[in-house]
T-cell receptor, first 115, second 114 residues
Framework: NAGVTQTPKFQVLKTGQSMTLQCAQDMNHEYMSWYRQDPGMGLRLIHY???????DQGEVPNGYNVSRSTTEDFPLRLLSAAPSQTSVYFC??????????????FGPGTRLTVT | AQSVTQLDSQVPVFEEAPVELRCNYSSSVSVYLFWYVQYPNQGLQLLLKYLSGSTLVKGINGFEAEFNKSQTSFHLRKPSVHISDTAEYFCAVSKTGTASKLTFGTGTRLQVTL
């Protein structure tokens, strides 16, 4: 298993450009999530999905779109990049374990800079 | 809503010394508690978790944490650290049954030196 993969690893965008951060998992996990990590702020949830065709907003969803057409993929779209979106983005997937616990597995991250 | 406070942004410690990283949480409902570790330029890895039962939880790499409900704390400890433990450590919580939505603390950078 490759686990959770993210592409690209690094990206530089100009303000106003659009792009899609890719996330894929090969563990047949139901849940997938996107977080952003900023210095001194920890990780904050952007969007999440509880299954194919179902998505919902997290703590900081503005400026981002998601869709989940397959179990494996959960892309994050930036429609018009802004410098405030400069961050490291992590994708995570999870599956039910003991009881109602879902252990999250994180990808390696995408470092995005918007100039 | 839940919140997590990690009061120490940085903790310097000498190799082979003990260390404690503090985590306090706030929630009006029952929670699961987690500690994640992030090595430089890598993703997050689960160190340990508290779901229920024994309040002393043992994790990987010799770390352990104790859940204290009355003090709403979940401090991480290791009796003897190694240089390779240098990393960022994040405490996180989720409502029971909804661990897909984690709320993270701001992180504590553990710097181990000789």
């Amino acid at each position: 298993n490759a686990g959770v993969t993210q592409t690209p690893k690094f990206q530089v965008l100009k303000t106003g450009q659009s792009m899609t951060l890719q996330c894929a998992q090969d563990m047949n996990h139901e849940y997938m999530s996107w977080y952003r990590q900023d210095p001194g702020m920890g990780l904050r949830l952007i969007h999440y999905s509880v299954g194919a065709g179902i998505t919902d907003q997290g703590e900081v969803p503005n400026g981002y779109n998601v869709s989940r057409s397959t179990t494996e993929d959960f892309p994050l779209r930036l429609l018009s990049a802004a410098p405030s979106q400069t961050s490291v983005y992590f994708c995570a997937s999870s599956s039910p374990g003991r009881g109602a616990f879902y252990e999250q597995y994180f990808g390696p991250g995408t470092r995005l800079t918007v100039t | 809503a839940q919140s997590v406070t990690q009061l120490d942004s940085q903790v310097p410690v000498f190799e082979e010394a003990p260390v404690e990283l503090r985590c306090n949480y706030s929630s009006s409902v029952s929670v699961y508690l987690f500690w994640y570790v992030q090595y430089p330029n890598q993703g997050l890895q689960l160190l340990l978790k508290y779901l229920s039962g024994s309040t002393l939880v043992k994790g990987i790499n010799g770390f352990e944490a104790e859940f204290n409900k009355s003090q709403t704390s979940f401090h991480l400890r290791k009796p003897s650290v190694h240089i390779s433990d240098t990393a960022e450590y994040f405490c996180a919580v989720s409502k029971t049954g909804t661990a897909s939505k984690l709320t993270f603390g701001t992180g504590t950078r553990l710097q181990v030196t000789l």
